[in-house]
């Protein structure tokens, strides 16, 4: 178990990176209408302990990504030098994933079908989850 103080600063850097997230790629945004769906973004991390065995899941969750409307917007490991802390603790191991979705609606719908569902079940001994948000776009 996360000492207090880790949980603390783990929750403040999870909220920094959303915060960054949402500001980095709402210059891709920007065209946008009030009116128009805010797009809802998907972070997740995971440690992958079973590579050998990702090729299934991603076969299964691919094609469901696409016609849900998704776009990968980055993804990385600290390992990899392609994240860079900034500040406070990062107690994760593994990856780091940000994927955009056209709405939370879509995100929710496609996280909670059963064809998601049943991929995810391919995911089960292979990657251990630190953390999955959904955020929708503040503006």
Not at 92 to 109: N, R
């Amino acid at each position: 178990m996360i000492p207090a103080k880790r949980r603390i600063y783990s929750f403040i850097v999870a909220a920094l990176l959303i915060q960054i997230t949402v500001l980095a790629v709402s210059s891709q945004d920007s065209g946008a209408s009030d009116q128009a769906e805010k797009p809802a973004y998907l972070i997740t991390s995971g440690n992958v302990v079973a590579p050998e065995k990702m090729p299934a899941y991603l076969e299964a969750s691919a094609p469901l990504f696409k016609a849900a409307g998704s776009e990968e917007i980055a993804f990385g490991k600290l390992s990899d030098n392609n994240i860079h802390l900034l500040e406070g603790e990062w107690p994760y191991k593994g990856l780091v994933m940000i994927i955009k979705f056209p709405s939370m609606d879509a995100l929710t719908k496609f996280w909670n079908s059963p064809e998601y569902q049943k991929a995810m079940k391919l995911r089960d001994g292979v990657v251990e989850p630190n953390f999955t948000i959904a955020i929708e776009k503040s503006r």
